[in-house]
Nanobody
Framework: QVGMVESGGGSVQAGGSLRLSCAAA????????MGWFHQAPGQERKRVAH???????DYADSVKGRFTISKDLNANIVYLEMNSLKPEDTGIYYC???????????????WGQGTQVTVSS
């Protein structure tokens, strides 16, 4: 089984920054593509970024140049550094894990409980 716990959400003004953390159980990060998804109120969950087993990353166009996904294998933590935050970034951010990044990009995977991010204008 895959277990993940997100933290680091909060309320910030537009232009501010947050760093989200995902603590993954066991050896999840060594066997899964890891990603972050964003769910705005009333909207479907959408992929923000993912990082594969080799460390290669991919980002949604909406966050390129602003967000950075990274992982610390020794600490078993995946990070999402969010800069230049916009009001449309508001919503719940979920950490996700799936054996392949292709499946993860389609919304298939295991999920954490989410952490709330609120960006005010």
């Amino acid at each position: 089984q895959v277990g993940m716990v997100e933290s680091g959400g909060g309320s910030v003004q537009a232009g501010g920054s947050l760093r989200l953390s995902c603590a993954a159980a066991g050896d999840t990060m060594r066997g899964y593509c890891m990603g972050w998804f964003h769910q705005a109120p009333g909207q479907e969950r959408k992929r923000v970024a993912h990082i594969d087993l080799g460390g290669s990353t991919d980002y949604a166009d909406s966050v390129k140049g602003r967000f950075t996904i990274s992982k610390d294998l020794n600490a078993n933590i995946v990070y999402l550094e969010m800069n230049s935050l916009k009001p449309e970034d508001t919503g719940i951010y979920y950490c996700a894990a799936e054996p392949t990044c292709g499946s993860l990009a389609r919304g298939i995977g295991y999920w954490g409980q989410g952490t709330q991010v609120t960006v005010s204008s």
